[in-house]
């Protein structure tokens, strides 16, 4: 067990609709990394969260929105769902400078929010 | 684009035989490079990492090797068992603290 928790488990929304999607860094770290992993794929990068600010982006639409919390939790958002949003979503809690344990490289998951989009 | 890419998508080993899982990265700018086990229905798991300064790791049953002039990257796990049967993914950074880029997988089946 990492120590990162997330929620729901599962979610089933349908086309158009909006979804948040929560997340608990482990203990000690200030950073919070989202992915997305579509069936038989390798997870993709969407955004991290340090210090409660975007910290960096990959490919995803303006649709796809997150925020971090003081206690480093974390949401992801995504609005105006689409079919191709089926997936897996991960987070990933890391250190970066100024946390209690200073700047850490590895990225520790936790076990995902699987979301349905019909 | 950046990528990381396996050489096999499936590998099946006998039960207390090594396997090798291979990895092809293509940003020679990356500095560090993780292997994570995914099983069914979890999130991926830490295995072993290493920085691009190293070029070998060991850990619990596992080594990993980076090969900078060919950008290549492999797990190896000695002694297999049944538990390690998983998906294997590498991943890369380019950036400390930045993303990861995953490849698509190699799914590993260890027969008893």
């Known amino acids: 067990e990492t120590g990162v928790t997330q929620s729901p488990t599962h979610l089933i929304k349908t086309r158009g609709q909006q979804v948040t999607l929560r997340c608990s860094s482990q203990?000690?770290?200030?950073?919070v990394s989202w992915y997305q992993q579509a069936l038989g794929q390798g997870p993709q990068f969407i955004f991290q969260?340090?210090?409660?600010?975007?910290?960096g982006r990959g490919n995803f639409p303006p649709r796809f929105s997150g925020l971090q919390f003081p206690n480093y939790s974390s949401e992801l958002n995504v609005n105006a769902l689409e079919l191709d949003d089926s997936a897996l979503y991960l987070c990933?809690?890391?250190?970066?400078?100024?946390?209690?344990?200073?700047?850490?490289?590895?990225?520790?998951f936790g076990p995902g929010t699987r979301l349905t989009v019909l | 684009g950046e990528s990381v890419g396996l050489h096999l998508p499936t590998l099946s080993v006998q039960e207390g035989d090594n396997s090798i899982i291979n990895c092809a990265y293509s940003?020679?700018?990356?500095?560090?490079f993780i292997w994570y086990k995914q099983e069914s229905g979890k999130g991926p798991q830490f295995i072993i990492d290493?920085?691009?300064?190293?070029d070998k790791r060991q850990g619990q049953r596992v080594t990993v090797l980076l090969n900078k002039t060919v950008k290549h990257l492999s797990l190896q796990i000695a002694a297999t068992q049944p538990g390690d049967s998983a998906v294997y993914f590498c991943?890369?950074?380019?950036?400390?603290?930045?993303?990861?880029?995953f490849g698509q997988g190699t799914e590993l089946s260890v027969k008893p």
């Open positions: 990933a809690s890391s250190s970066l400078a100024g946390g209690p344990l200073g700047s850490t490289d590895t990225q520790y």
């Open positions: 203990s000690g770290h200030n950073t």
């Open positions: 290493i920085r691009s300064n190293m």
């Open positions: 969260y340090y210090r409660e600010e975007e910290n």
């Open positions: 991943a890369e950074r380019s950036n400390q603290g930045g993303k990861l880029i």
């Open positions: 940003n020679s700018a990356s500095d560090y």
